[in-house]
């Protein structure tokens, strides 16, 4: 294994990381807040790559069909927030679990219904084509730095939302004791529907970036969601930090793996433990620590 | 048992009594499609009554029970491999494997509640979806067809869905009954006390733990049961019998008939497999019907079709 390798591989990883993280603050977040278990959020996803591939054909300009994207998306995800999730917020985890998993059935099969089952490819933008040398002799595709760039500004822009702004402020809030926020005078139907929607965006943002890398098809967003389950219950639920650490190490032990493991173990062990790796750190940091690394009540 | 709900339970008795008597004729008719129909109900029966175990009776939301499942089709599909088709011999494997395995990551899973538990069970799931898929002499991700079909004591084969149906109802039964003497014992009673009060269970001196753990890996064990007929009823094996989407229909069908019933799952896993057959015959993208189906049981249906059927509100 060269140097030149290794980099790119980090480079993966940490791009795999961060959509991971894109996907997992939703979760933790719609968690947190609404205390509300979220299977659907794959569905987002997987909607946001949808929403790109079919915006592509009707838009040239790369940046307008990435902001209708995000722009339908967040329309779904205020219907979906009505319609369904809004009487789960009060029900138990049990009933929470059914019903978002019933939402992305209904959502994976909805887009073969609109879209047909063959898988859609979209063009990342020209301007974004080129690759940047990171040595002499390895150089990596501009697309996924700017990935990796967009999903990290996205997390500042979050943090800064959260931290420096009144609306995080009551986010936090709700986040601590929601009745007693409504009681304050702000109207929690509409922070929890803002809150919902911001983490849906998140995760259709990580769909729409991904739409150029991988094949955009029905339920392309559950492994992703499965993942990033597992990075919320290593980071600890509700953590954002957590979320972000979690993220990064399962992205990078995850694309590390699928090249180490194979090596030590051979071909079959070897690809195996690669794709349950992250799952077995799970299950380590559970035996330890039962509520996560950065977790520190019980869910 | 309240006085008002005699009245109730004699209803349940007749419809119970009815649908078993319909399941019992309906493999006489000598109509493959409906015999195997009634095998795949009681097969998901016995499935959904194991997770009602730890759904209902013990307040655990395992999101990973097809885990079980799938050990049980894989068991019955390697076996013949080695020459070994007795159903004496299968279905104690399949049992004793599911049940190590549910075991061991019981230890770790049980330390974990809530949000947590219900990820962790998912992640050891999915720890043997990739370890079924990864297998590549055994077709991986595709997975294989079975060489043999299980065999009954004195030669009668599980590919025959008349025997399958029979086998599996009186697995089915027997599943029942076992499953009402656990949660009638005192076994079952500190199960139920420690979902409703784990405080006040220790405070008496007890551990849930324990209890727990011994539930789980009996659960285990039973849905590998299950797993066996399945793959005797499809004749196939592969990962997509342990997939998250099967652990996600597993709580379904005990949800749609209410939890800690027993009864309930086992009707709901047979509405299940109706609306799954009606469904599909309707339209292609019945999985999108199925979907919103799920969400009005949660968001309208709030007691289930045990409540529907005896009038009692859930608990």
């Known amino acids: 294994m060269t140097g030149g390798l290794v980099l790119e591989q980090a480079f993966n990883g940490l791009q795999f990381g961060m959509i991971l993280f894109l996907m997992a603050v939703g979760v933790t977040l719609a968690f947190g807040v609404m205390n509300l278990i979220n299977l659907a959020h794959g569905s987002m996803l ?26 339908l998306t967040a329309v779904a995800s205020v219907l979906l927030e009505v319609l369904v999730m809004r009487p789960l917020y009060r029900m138990g985890h049990l009933d929470q679990v059914l019903a978002t998993f019933g939402v992305s059935i209904a959502v994976n099969e909805a887009v073969i219904m609109i879209w047909g089952r063959e898988a859609m490819f979209v063009a990342p933008p020209e301007w974004l084509d080129g690759t940047v040398a990171l040595t002499d002799t390895i150089s990596y595709p501009l697309y996924r730095l700017a990935i990796t760039g967009v999903a990290a500004l996205a997390g500042l822009a979050l943090w800064l939302l959260l931290a420096r702004t009144r609306l995080g402020m009551r986010i936090r809030a709700g986040a601590e004791n929601g009745d007693i926020v409504g009681a304050l005078g702000v109207n929690v139907r509409l922070l929890f529907i803002g809150v919902f929607v911001i983490s849906s965006l998140l995760a259709a943002l990580g769909g729409v970036m991904l739409g150029p890398l991988i094949a955009v098809q029905s339920g392309m967003g559950d492994p992703l969601l499965i993942l990033a389950l597992a990075v919320v219950v290593i980071g600890g639920v509700g953590s954002l930090k957590g979320a972000l650490v979690a993220s990064l190490a399962v992205g990078l032990l995850d694309t590390f793996g699928r090249m180490i493991w194979p090596h030590l173990m051979g071909n079959i062990i070897g690809n195996i433990v690669a794709n349950a790796s992250v799952y077995i750190l799970m299950a380590l940091v559970i035996a330890v620590r039962p509520s996560g690394l950065f977790g520190n009540h019980a869910a | 048992m309240q006085p008002e709900s005699n009245l109730a339970s004699r209803r349940l008795a007749i419809a119970l009594g009815l649908l078993l008597a319909i399941a019992l004729v309906v493999p006489l008719l000598g109509q493959p499609y409906y015999t195997r129909l009634v095998a795949r109900m009681a ?75 219900i990820f962790i069970t998912l992640a050891f799931a999915e720890i043997v979806f990739y370890i079924a898929q990864g297998l590549r002499m055994l077709g991986g991700d595709d997975g294989f067809r079975l060489p043999a079909p299980t065999l009954l004591p004195g030669g009668a084969s599980l590919a025959n869905p008349v025997v399958l149906a029979y086998t599996m109802l009186g697995a089915l039964v027997l599943a029942v009954w076992f499953a009402r003497r656990l949660s009638e014992s005192h076994f079952g009673q500190v199960v139920v006390a420690a979902r409703d009060n784990e405080t006040r269970l220790r405070a008496m001196g007890l551990s849930a733990y324990p209890y727990r753990l011994v539930l789980y890996t009996i659960a285990s064990a039973l849905c590998a049961l299950a797993g066996v007929g399945f793959a005797n009823l499809v004749e196939y094996a592969s990962p997509a019998s342990m997939s998250w989407i099967v652990s996600g229909e597993f709580l379904f069908m ?56 005896t009038g009692r509100g859930q608990r």
């Open chain 1, 46 to 71: 997987m909607l946001g790559a949808y929403f790109i591939a079919a915006a592509a054909t009707k838009i040239t300009a790369y940046p307008l069909a990435f902001v209708a994207a995000l722009m």
């Open chain 2, 43 to 117: 097969i998901f029966g016995i499935a959904a009554l194991s997770l009602d175990l730890l759904v209902g009776y013990a307040g655990l939301v395992s999101f990973g029970h097809a885990a079980f499942f799938g050990i049980g089709v894989y068991c019955a599909g390697l076996l013949p491999m080695l020459g070994v088709q007795q159903v004496w011999v299968i279905v104690p494997v399949a049992m004793l494997v599911a049940g190590l395995y549910g075991a061991l990551s019981g230890l770790i899973s049980l330390r974990a509640s809530g949000l947590y538990f």
């Open chain 2, 254 to 309: 005990v949800i749609l008939g209410s939890a800690a019933t027993i009864i309930g799952p086992v009707l709901g896993a047979v509405v299940f497999v109706g609306l799954e057959q009606i469904l599909s015959a309707l339209t292609e993208h019945w999985l999108f019907w199925l979907g919103i189906i799920l969400v009005l049981r949660v968001l309208l249906l709030r007691q289930g079709l045990y409540g529907l059927l």
